[in-house]
Structures are given as C-alpha cells and as structure tokens.
C-alpha cells in the first residue's frame, strides 16, 4: 500500500481549498484536556474543523509550526500560564 498517496490524499481533502477564518492558541483548559503542558496555536476552517500541530502521531504534546519566512521561521508551543 502506498501510505505517501493515502494519506497525501486524505490531507488533501481535508486541508485543499480552505480558508483559514480563525487563528489562536488553544488556552490552558483545552491543553489540559489533551493531557498536554504546552499550547499550539489553532486554526479553524471555513467547514468547522480545527487544526492544531502536536509533538507527534501519538498526541503526546502541543507541537511547534516551522514557516520559511526569516522574521518568523517558528510559531512557537506557549506553556500552560503563559
């Protein structure tokens, strides 16, 4: 089974053609639901879903988004308080 078309495909579905309409990073109480210390910043889709980077596949921690910009190559994990 191709997994690099499988799941480029599923993404696609997800992610091609929608417009982001809010951005935020999730607060202390919706981390703590995840079981995480760390807070990643969210987006919402214009169908409803929410979007948000973890640690890894199994959930462990909020995650860090990496652009290619220079003056902001990292949108960074915020700590529980911060």
């Known amino acids: ?5 499988q799941w480029t495909d599923k993404a696609s579905e997800i ?5 982001i309409v809010k951005v935020r990073y999730m607060n202390d109480k ?17 169908n409803g879903v929410w979007i948000f980077p973890s640690a890894d596949d199994e959930g462990n921690d909020g995650g860090a988004l990496f652009t290619t ?5 990292v ?3 915020l700590r529980m308080g911060d």
């Open 69 to 73: 910009l220079q003056d902001a190559s």
């Open 30 to 46: 919706e981390a703590d639901d995840m079981g995480w210390y760390s807070r990643p910043v969210a987006f919402l889709l214009d």
């Open 1 to 5: 089974m191709d997994y690099t078309k």
């Open 75 to 77: 949108l960074p994990v």
């Open 15 to 19: 992610l091609l053609n929608r417009n």
